[in-house]
């Protein structure tokens, strides 16, 4: 095979009711479904090259070369491309994100997507979003979701095969927007795929996975009919049950930061002033505040004032991962 190159770019996705723990982790089949909504203009750029001229795969991530776990993790996912498309040639890839790396932001999920469809374009593959979602999910879970675009579902699945994400309502269906008042930008010290073996521990994660179906339900219909203030109960009391499952495993993990917490009591204030706003947390210290757009620069001004928040990105629901 020739020398072939591919980029693609992915957005990012806030998952609405919350992965986490797997029932397989190396096929990383989820325990319990989950619902995100693509974040617009928070982007991985990947782009992949594979060469019989390279001896190794290499990884530029932010104009950083990497080196390491993080490397091996994606020559382990390169190789499930390579097993695919039968061919041996290792791969080039330099990705960049346009938005803060490991914070809770779903920096890996934009990443993995973006490779899946990058990858496979450069080796000669012409996956379906079916395919590209069902690889996608063995680099990281969440990745299966930030395939399709708009409101997405990943369901659990039977096997294997069965565990892949789909829209279920497109990006305009309802203009939500995330507000995400970061209050620290730093790389995570426990990833999520340490986190999620941690999942079981918690005598609380029964408990959440039983009740998994009904919040799914509440919060798809709560989207289909754009009702927000059954979103803003739902999403929640699923942040809040996954938080609680994370910091009462063995050991503990505490994402949150003093500022996270000052946020998590601050908006549902704002909701009771009237204002359609309401928050979820992902395994960061980071408050993703979603609200209607009317309410966006009114949202996005009120986050400023608070003196912990050093930044507020923005992002409407954002399209499928696509090649450039
Ligand atoms: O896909 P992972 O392994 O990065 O796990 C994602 C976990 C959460 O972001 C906390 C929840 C989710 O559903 O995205």
Request: glycine letters at 6%.
């Amino acid at each position: 095979m020739p020398f072939e190159t591919a980029t693609a770019v992915s957005c990012a996705n806030i998952a609405l009711i919350k992965y986490w723990g797997n029932r397989d982790e190396k096929l990383r089949l989820p325990v319990n479904g989950s619902i995100s909504m693509n974040l617009d203009g928070l982007v991985a750029r990947t782009q992949v090259t594979f060469s019989q001229g390279f001896d190794h795969d290499s990884l530029i991530l932010n104009t950083q070369a990497v080196s390491g776990e993080p490397l091996k993790r994606v020559t382990r996912f390169l190789n499930l491309v390579r097993d695919l498309a039968g061919f041996k040639q290792y791969a080039n890839i330099i990705s960049e994100n346009n938005f803060p790396t490991d914070a809770g932001i779903a920096s890996s999920a934009a990443a993995f997507a973006a490779l899946s469809l990058a990858a496979t374009r450069a080796i000669g593959l012409d996956l379906s979003e079916k395919q590209l979602s069902l690889l996608a999910r063995r680099g990281s879970g969440s990745a299966c979701r930030s395939i399709p675009g708009g409101f997405v579902e990943w369901k659990a699945g039977l096997d294997e095969s069965d565990s892949y994400a789909f829209s279920f309502a497109p990006p305009d269906y309802w203009d939500l927007v995330d507000c995400i008042a970061v209050v620290e930008a730093n790389p995570k010290l426990i990833g999520s795929t340490e986190g999620h073996r941690l999942a079981n521990t918690s005598p609380l994660q029964v408990a959440r996975i039983q009740d998994t179906t009904r919040r799914l339900d509440l919060c798809r219909h709560a989207i289909l009919s754009r009702d927000f203030d059954a979103l803003a109960t739902i999403i929640e009391l699923d942040s809040n049950l996954m938080h609680s499952v994370m910091m009462t495993s063995t050991p503990p993990l505490f994402y949150w930061a003093p500022a996270t917490v000052e946020l998590m009591k601050a908006v549902p204030l704002l909701r009771k002033e009237g204002l359609p706003v309401c928050y979820t947390v992902d395994a960061g210290p980071n408050v993703h505040v979603l609200c209607t757009s009317d309410a966006a620069d009114l949202v996005i001004k009120r986050l400023n004032n608070f003196p912990k928040v050093n930044q507020v990105l923005y992002a409407k629901p954002g399209a499928p991962t696509r090649l450039v």
